[in-house]
């Protein structure tokens, strides 16, 4: 554990706040905790090449749903939306950073998160990995005698209700910034949404479930990184209702795994760690 340091709200160029660094990391605010001030970049994720019509296609087979967008859309809608990213006053930078596309549409409405992820989330994902990865290995551990289904609720500061209400009337077209709350506490990924507006044109959440899992889905090979150690991304907008539990997935060399565990170091104070990484989502608005 780092020394955790209180510093400015956001930082300052020419009279123009901004809400993110050089490096498409969220700029801290007094108060939040981080493992640094500024990240060494130990951890670390390489941007993917981005094969449109295979994440598509990955998708739509291994979670089993038919999105109705062709490649060329699938595209200009990804390229539309980080282009709102870099026009809009303070987020600029956000693009600077790593970020996944992909598409989504949920097919059964309102169903409960827990299941949502341990049936039919989890082992798309599986599916599509273990396609790339055939000699690794994916698996799901759930520490103690954790459960997910009819465990895990929406954090009500994650604007991830809106998400969901948006991907159960259309196909919704995302990008996955996995680093934007890289070495922040769980609790801080979740109360920078309180400081960070809404863009014009589009619409940002803390990443969760769906998201991270279907751009996984999409670009399976994210995680996996034979020369630098990856980070670790929460699924942060979901709070499990054993509240010291988080959602997780982690690389171990060439395998992914899936994990409900503690995110506790003493009874009272929770995990600030280096590894850990928060996402944001940014999404077409209606």
Not at 16 to 28: E, L, P, W
Not at 66 to 91: C, P, Q, Y
Not at 167 to 173: A, D, N, P, S
């Amino acid at each position: 554990m780092g020394l955790v340091r209180l510093v400015p709200l956001v930082i300052k160029f020419g009279g123009q706040v901004q809400y993110f660094d050089d490096n498409g990391r969220r700029v801290s605010s007094a108060g939040m905790r981080t493992f640094s001030v500024t990240p060494n970049n130990y951890y670390r994720l390489e941007q993917p090449s981005l094969d449109y019509a295979s994440i598509l296609d990955r998708i739509s087979r291994h979670l089993d749903i038919e999105l109705g967008i062709s490649t060329s859309d699938f595209e200009g809608r990804v390229n539309a939306l980080v282009s709102n990213v870099k026009s809009s006053s303070g987020f600029e930078s956000l693009t600077e950073g790593v970020f996944v596309p992909f598409a989504f549409r949920r097919v059964r409405k309102r169903i409960d998160l827990g299941a949502e992820l341990k049936d039919y989330l989890l082992p798309g994902l599986q599916n599509s990995f273990l396609e790339r990865f055939p000699d690794a290995h994916f698996k799901a551990v759930l520490q103690g005698d954790s459960e997910l289904e009819n465990n895990v609720d929406i954090d009500p500061r994650s604007r991830y209700d809106n998400f969901i209400d948006a991907i159960e009337t259309r196909t919704v077209v995302g990008v996955y910034f996995p680093q934007a709350l890289q070495e922040f506490d769980v609790e801080s990924q979740r109360n920078q949404m309180q400081s960070l507006p809404e863009l014009v044109g589009a619409s940002i959440c803390l990443s969760g479930g769906i998201d991270i899992c279907t751009a996984l889905t999409g670009i399976p090979e994210l995680l996996i990184n034979t020369d630098d150690y990856t980070p670790i991304p929460i699924m942060a907008s979901y709070v499990h209702r054993d509240e010291r539990l988080v959602l997780l997935l982690k690389a171990y060399g060439p395998h992914l795994e899936f994990w409900c565990m503690t995110q506790m170091l003493t009874k009272d104070v929770t995990q600030v760690s280096e590894q850990w990484t928060g996402g944001l989502t940014l999404y077409e608005a209606d």
